[in-house]
C-alpha cells in the first residue's frame, strides 16, 4: 500500500494519509471533500481516484502537493451519445479530431466566461484546429483534460470550497460544453459541424495541392491580414484575397464546394512590391497554411503543402556537423563547411545551415522573407563581386544557387529591395495595395533589358544523413518547455524562436518530449534524425499524443499539441549538445 508523507510543524512526526484511488458516486466525493474541511492539504489525497457524477465521471489523477505547486490533474469523461454529439461529427478519425478540438476550445470559452470557474482551467488553443492532449473523442467517448487548483487557507483545507467546485462548477461547465441535445442546443450542434466541414475542407484542399503539385492554394475573398503583428486575429476591415487569372484555379471540397482561388506551382515564385503593400502578410498566410484554420479566421481556405517550411537568419544558433559547402565554402581559418560546426552561427551560417537541415528533413517548399534573411546569403551584387572576388568570398549566395535547389524543392520568397532574383523567378507577384498581380511578363522583360551578371550553378549537392549519436539522460533528467520559444532538456536551453510554424505552445512541449525520445532513448547510431522523427509520428499516429508519456512525462498529459514532423527535427538541429555521427 503506497502512502505519502507530509512534514509536520515544530519537529512532530509527519502526517500521512492514505493515497489510493478511491471509486464512489458524486456524493461521496462531497462527503469527503466537506470531511477534511480543515485538515492539513495532504488530505486531499483522499480524494485521488474515479467519482461517477450521473452522466459523466471525474478522475481525479494527481493532486497537487501543495497549495502553491501546480494544480491537480483531472480527466473528465462522458459518453458519446449522452453527449448527443451528431454522427457526423464522430465517424472519422478527423471528425473526431476536429470535434476533440472544438470541445477543448469551447470548455476553454466556458471557463473564461465567469469568474464561478476560476478554480478551473484548461489549455488554451489558438486559431489552429490541432490535435490536443486536452480533448480526445471517439465513436464512443469524450475525455477533457482539466486542471482543478483546490483552495487552502495557507495550508489548510478549505473542504466546503472544494466541495463546491465539484458540486456546482464542473457540472455547470460540463453542462454548457457537452450538451448537443437540449432544445437550445441547435446553433451548438451547427458550429460544431461548422467546425468539423472547415477541419475536412482544408484536409483535401491539402491533399490537392499535393496532388496537382502545387506549393500553396489561397482562396478568394480570403482575409489575409492580421489584426496586428501580436495577434492571430483577422482585421475585420481588411482587403480579400483575389486571385491573378493567370494562377487562378478552381477545385471541389466536400463542403465549400466549388472554391476558386490563386494556385501556385512548384518552381521559383517571388513575392514583390512595395513596403506596406502586404507581401509579408500573403508569406505568413501561406506559411500557416500548413494548418487548418477554424471558421471565421479567413484562413481556412489556405493550404500549403504540409511538410513546407519557413527558414529565416538566426544569430547565435548551435549547428552540428552541418554540410554548408554549397553556400559557404573555403573559409579563411581552413574549417571543412562539408562538417560544419559552431555554437554560434552568424545571421548567413545560421541560414546556409536552417536551408540545408530543411532540405535533409524533407521539406517539399522553402518560404523565404527578405526581411528576416541574412543579406550576404541571399544576394550579392556586381559591384562587390568586382571589389571581392570569388576566390576572397566564401560565400556562395542563394541567387547562384536557387536554380539547382529548386530543382529538388520549391521556393517561394519575399523581395522587395533587389532586383536580382527577377532572373531566376519562374512567376512574380506583385503585392499592390493588398491586391496580387501576376507581373512575371513585366519582370522578365525588365531583367533582359537590365542584365546582370549570373553565377548560376547548375546542381545542388547531394547531402548526406544526418545521424543523432544516442545520449545519456542523467538521473534527475529535466524536461520543459516554455511559450513558443525555448525548450529545456537537463542544463541545456534550445532556443526555437526561428522555428516559426510552432504555433501553439502545445508544439513546444511535446517537441520537449519528442526530443527526450528520439535523443535519449530512440536513437541508436542508425537511424536518421527524419527516421527517427517519423517513428515518433508513428507513434503518435497509433496511440494518440499519450504516446510521449513513455519517453519520462506523466501519464494523461493535458498540455500536449502535435507538432510536424519536420518542426521535431527542427529543434533537435538546434540543440548544443547534439552529436552527429561521421558518415562513413
Not at 87 to 115: C, K, M, W, Y
Amino acid at each position: 500500500m503506497r502512502r505519502q508523507s507530509f512534514s509536520g510543524r515544530g519537529g512532530r512526526p509527519a502526517k500521512r494519509f492514505d493515497d489510493r484511488p478511491r471509486s464512489g458516486s458524486d456524493q461521496d466525493l462531497l462527503r469527503l471533500l466537506r470531511g477534511i474541511d480543515g485538515s492539513s492539504y495532504g488530505a486531499y489525497k483522499r480524494a485521488l481516484g474515479d467519482w461517477n457524477f450521473g452522466s459523466f465521471t471525474v478522475i481525479l489523477d494527481r493532486i497537487q502537493s501543495d497549495p502553491y505547486a501546480p494544480p491537480s490533474a483531472a480527466r473528465i469523461t462522458m459518453s458519446a451519445s449522452t453527449a448527443g454529439l451528431p454522427a457526423e461529427a464522430i465517424s472519422t478519425p478527423d471528425q473526431q479530431l476536429a470535434t476533440a478540438d472544438f470541445l477543448a476550445r469551447n470548455f476553454h470559452r466556458v471557463l473564461r466566461h465567469s469568474s464561478r470557474f476560476g478554480a478551473l482551467s484548461i489549455a488554451t488553443p489558438g486559431q489552429e484546429i490541432l490535435q490536443r492532449s486536452s480533448c480526445t473523442v471517439t465513436e464512443k467517448s469524450i475525455e477533457l483534460r482539466i486542471q482543478i487548483r483546490m483552495p487552502a487557507r495557507g495550508r489548510t483545507i478549505l473542504g466546503q470550497q472544494a466541495a463546491t467546485i465539484f458540486d456546482v462548477a464542473i457540472p455547470d461547465a460540463v453542462g454548457e460544453t457537452l450538451d448537443f441535445l437540449s432544445p437550445h442546443a441547435a446553433e451548438y450542434r451547427a458550429d460544431l459541424l461548422r467546425h468539423v466541414a472547415a477541419f475536412e475542407d482544408h484536409r483535401a484542399l491539402q491533399e490537392l495541392v499535393s496532388a496537382r503539385g502545387w506549393v500553396t492554394f489561397v482562396a478568394d475573398e480570403a482575409m489575409l491580414a492580421r489584426r496586428s503583428g501580436i495577434s492571430a486575429l483577422p482585421l475585420s476591415d481588411g482587403v480579400p484575397f483575389s486571385s491573378p487569372d493567370s494562377l487562378r484555379e478552381t477545385v471541389s471540397l466536400p463542403h465549400a464546394g466549388q472554391v476558386s482561388g490563386m494556385a501556385i506551382p512548384r518552381g521559383i515564385t517571388l513575392i514583390a512590391g512595395g513596403g506596406y503593400h502586404g507581401k509579408s502578410t500573403l508569406l505568413s498566410a501561406i506559411e500557416s497554411g500548413v494548418y487548418p484554420h477554424i471558421p471565421g479566421d479567413g484562413r481556412e481556405l489556405i493550404a500549403t503543402a504540409p511538410e513546407a517550411m519557413k527558414i529565416r537568419a538566426a544569430d547565435g544558433r548551435p549547428v552540428t556537423r552541418v554540410d554548408v559547402s554549397p553556400f559557404i565554402n573555403h573559409l579563411p581559418t581552413g574549417t571543412d563547411t562539408h562538417i560544419f560546426s559552431t555554437q554560434n552561427a552568424s545571421g548567413s551560417t545560421s541560414q546556409a545551415a536552417s536551408l540545408v537541415e530543411a532540405v535533409q528533413a524533407g521539406t517539399s517548399a522553402l518560404l523565404i522573407d527578405e526581411d528576416t534573411s541574412a543579406t550576404n546569403l541571399m544576394i550579392r551584387d556586381e559591384r562587390m563581386r568586382a571589389l571581392v572576388s570569388a576566390a576572397q568570398e566564401p560565400i556562395t549566395p542563394l541567387i547562384d544557387r536557387v536554380q539547382a535547389l529548386a530543382k529538388k524543392v520549391s521556393v517561394v520568397m519575399v523581395m522587395g529591395g533587389s532586383g536580382a532574383y527577377l532572373d531566376v523567378a519562374d512567376r512574380v507577384l506583385q503585392m499592390d495595395a493588398y491586391h496580387c498581380l501576376d507581373v512575371t511578363g513585366q519582370a522578365h522583360q525588365i531583367a533582359q533589358k537590365l542584365p546582370r551578371h549570373l553565377s548560376t550553378i547548375d546542381s545542388f549537392p547531394p547531402l548526406a544523413p544526418r545521424t543523432p549519436r544516442p545520449l545519456s539522460s542523467p538521473e534527475r533528467a529535466k524536461t520543459r518547455s516554455s511559450g513558443l520559444d525555448s525548450i529545456t532538456l537537463d542544463k541545456q536551453t534550445i532556443d526555437v524562436s526561428d522555428v516559426e510554424q510552432i504555433v501553439d505552445p502545445g508544439q513546444t512541449e511535446a517537441i520537449a518530449w519528442a526530443l527526450r525520445g528520439i535523443l535519449f532513448q530512440l536513437a541508436d547510431g542508425t537511424k536518421t534524425l527524419s527516421e527517427l522523427a517519423s517513428q515518433v509520428e508513428w507513434h503518435i499516429e497509433r496511440k494518440g499524443l499519450d504516446a510521449l508519456s513513455e519517453y519520462g512525462g506523466r501519464p494523461h498529459p493535458a498540455f500536449l499539441v502535435r507538432p510536424r514532423p519536420i518542426d521535431i527535427i527542427a529543434a533537435a538541429n538546434r540543440y548544443r549538445a547534439l552529436e552527429i555521427a561521421p558518415v562513413s
